[in-house]
């Protein structure tokens, strides 16, 4: 039998945790300091997770949705796991084929990635994600696409189909298990490779196998923010 996920929201273990963790989901949203509306971003895009792409070397980030992390599973109506972190991906590159694809700028984040609404064949790609059960609609900071979720759930599509996480409520899990480990609760690891500085943080699909050697000038950080500060990027995780 299949185990079934813990689906149980721990406790921040820590104030320092908390903040670090709100300070990271807050960067998907546009700040006045942050705002870079531009003309649209057209090209062929490079899928990274399931509401990020990469479009000529431009990390692109899905407004108004969070889709599940890569490693994250969700369960069937009959309670067995499935990974519902790597079929948004799959979801995401079906969407989008080899065809190019037309980005309304919205914004830019923190992480410089642009917000933006997406589209393919005039179909709105946000949108389609939320409703085909693939991703939430991120209602902390928009309500654009909570109808399509509200479909989503009614037809049990994707996600809504048996028991499943939030997936800022993942992160948050994720984060405070890794801090308990990591030195001074910086759980972040910044590791150094032939792909150069490359930061991975708790719900990354590589995290736990990813060791760190201060001797070799690697090391931890306490925030996203602090690594890219820093000279580290994150990993592409396609």
């Not at 705002?35 to 090209?43: A, M, Q, T």
């Amino acid at each position: 039998m299949t185990t079934r996920p813990s689906l149980t929201f721990r406790r921040t273990s820590s104030l320092a945790g908390a903040l670090i963790f709100f300070s990271s989901a807050v960067a998907v949203a546009a700040t006045p300091d942050a705002i870079h509306r531009g003309p649209p971003l057209v090209g062929v895009a490079r899928v990274i997770d399931g509401d990020t792409l990469d479009i000529s070397g431009q990390r692109v980030r899905l407004e108004g949705i969070d889709a599940p992390e890569i490693a994250q599973t969700c369960e069937t109506a009959s309670g067995q796991s499935w990974p519902c972190g790597r079929s948004s991906v799959s979801a995401l590159k079906r969407l989008i084929g080899q065809k190019q694809i037309s980005c309304k700028q919205r914004g830019q984040d923190k992480y410089r990635r642009v917000l933006a609404v997406c589209f393919t064949d005039g179909r709105n790609i946000n949108e389609a994600m939320v409703r085909d059960g693939f991703a939430w609609a991120f209602v902390k900071y928009s309500s654009e696409f909570a109808q399509a979720e509200s479909d989503a759930r009614a037809k049990k599509n994707g996600v809504w189909q048996g028991r499943a996480i939030a997936p800022w409520e993942y992160r948050s899990n994720e984060w405070q298990v890794a801090e308990t480990a990591a030195p001074s609760g910086c759980a972040i690891k910044g590791n150094i490779s032939g792909s150069g500085h490359i930061y991975h943080v708790p719900w990354g699909p590589w995290y736990d196998k990813v060791r760190i050697d201060p001797g070799q000038g690697e090391r931890w950080f306490c925030s996203e923010a602090d690594a890219m500060e820093a000279g580290w990027r994150p990993v592409a995780s396609q």
